[in-house]
């Protein structure tokens, strides 16, 4: 079971775990950002989506992330590195007639490249990977899952701009 929250008044507040009553599913995922200052989505199940997946067991949510980036786009994982932690999104999904929330943990990755050359996870669904110029991404906002347009946005207010160092 999880944790319980107290607020202020010393009340137990549950977690949203709890509260969903749900069995929990662990992924991670990343927000890929190259040299151009392109940022990676895939085309998958109607929609545009960033790379993601369930962690393994005994795997770090880091080292599960970067798999996932390399599995879903057929980038080179020693290209890529964590710059640090975005978000967590959480959805619901079924697998093998069991409903589960899932939990994404999203992280900013940096592409040490330019628009290099995807190759698609066809068997995941995954049917084109394309980089997009920050100026561009409005123009996808509308076919973004939600949970992707979450992680995108808060991304886009506090770090799209920061200096790279």
């Known amino acids: 079971m999880g944790k319980h929250n107290k607020n202020d008044k010393g009340k137990k507040r549950m977690n949203l775990e709890e509260t969903i009553g749900l ?32 962690i393994e067991p005994g795997q770090s949510k880091e080292t599960a992330a970067i798999r996932e980036v390399e599995e879903e786009t057929g980038l080179d994982p020693n290209k890529l590195s964590i710059k640090g932690k975005l978000v967590s999104t959480f959805h619901t999904t079924t697998h ?11 992280y900013l990755m940096e592409y040490d490249s330019e628009d290099d050359e995807t190759v698609p996870q066809n068997e995941e669904g995954i049917i084109e990977c394309r980089w997009i110029h920050l100026s561009d ?25 920061v200096p790279r160092r």
């Open 23 to 54: 069995p929990v599913i662990e992924s991670a995922g990343g927000l890929v950002r190259n040299r151009s200052h392109h940022v990676l989505l895939m085309f998958k199940r109607g929609k545009w989506d960033m790379p993601k997946g369930r």
């Open 96 to 106: 093998g007639g069991v409903k589960y929330l899932k939990k994404t943990h999203w």
């Open 137 to 161: 991404l409005p123009a996808y906002r509308e076919l973004l899952r939600a949970r992707i347009n979450y992680v995108v946005d808060f991304w886009h207010q506090n770090l799209a701009y």
